[in-house]
């Protein structure tokens, strides 16, 4: 239902900065994760993902960490630039046919 | 990568209207779609999962009558909002599986805004 009152996490980071987001997902069971960048208007484009046999995945400027241990992902953004302002959502599923569950989201403003 | 398009963009329409709204896979296909719903900042709440040529799923409190699900092809599958009222604005968004390639990873639509007046 509609969670009226809720405002978005924010996160502002300096241009050149490195940028870490962070995401508690919920269900234990869950074993791939995906990050997904949102810009205003738009739907989400996809960034990174990780399965639950990794700890960890590496991308262009971006990589991804995930605890099993405490149901913790994080995102970091390196040298964060104005263009990687947007909200972040991370999301999680279990393997097969089954859908996507976003988490709250982040919006990250870059300031230049 | 896989593309995904939604069609109208944006809509305004009067209470007590019906509004359609498409999703295609541009370049993949898709046996599976969903349907998503973003209120102001808030996250993607998951709607429905539709499938190709059988009936959608849909998820606790979403009301099957008023939100019209059809996935008649592996490339389409189009959301009716019946008597939309002003509460049914929202941003909709749907997504779809190239299970080709992945069975988890989902493109998204850029999305389609709702205003009812």
């Known amino acids: 239902g509609e969670n009226v009152g809720l405002h978005l996490p924010t996160l502002s980071v300096q241009e050149g900065d490195n940028s870490i987001i962070n995401c508690a997902y919920s269900?234990?069971?869950?074993?791939?994760f995906i990050w997904y960048k949102q810009e205003s208007g738009k739907g989400p484009q996809f960034i990174i993902d990780?399965?639950?046999?990794?700890d960890k995945r590496q991308g262009q400027r971006v990589t991804v960490l995930l605890n099993k241990t405490v149901k913790h992902l994080s995102l970091q953004i390196a040298a964060t630039q104005p263009g990687d302002s947007a909200v972040y959502f991370c999301a999680e599923t279990i393997s097969g046919n089954t859908p996507l569950v976003f988490g709250k989201g982040t919006r990250l403003s870059v300031i230049a | 990568g896989a593309v995904v398009s939604q069609h109208p963009s944006r809509v305004i329409c009067k209470s007590g209207t019906s509004v359609k709204i498409e999703c295609r896979s541009l370049d993949f296909q898709a046996t599976t779609m969903f349907w998503y719903r973003q209120f102001p900042k808030q996250s993607l709440m998951l709607m429905a999962t539709?499938?190709?040529?059988?009936?959608?799923?849909?998820e606790q409190g979403v009301e099957k009558d008023k939100f019209l699900i059809n996935h008649a092809s592996l490339t389409l599958s189009t959301l009716t909002v019946t008597s939309a009222h002003p509460e049914d604005s929202s941003f909709y968004i749907c997504?779809?599986?190239?299970?080709?390639?992945?069975?988890?990873?989902?493109?998204f639509g850029p999305g389609t805004r709702l205003l009812v007046l």
């Open positions: 997504s779809a599986r190239d299970q080709e390639v992945s069975q988890e990873t989902q493109y």
């Open positions: 539709s499938n190709e040529g059988s009936k959608a799923t849909y």
């Open positions: 269900n234990s069971a869950s074993d791939y």
């Open positions: 990780i399965r639950s046999n990794m």
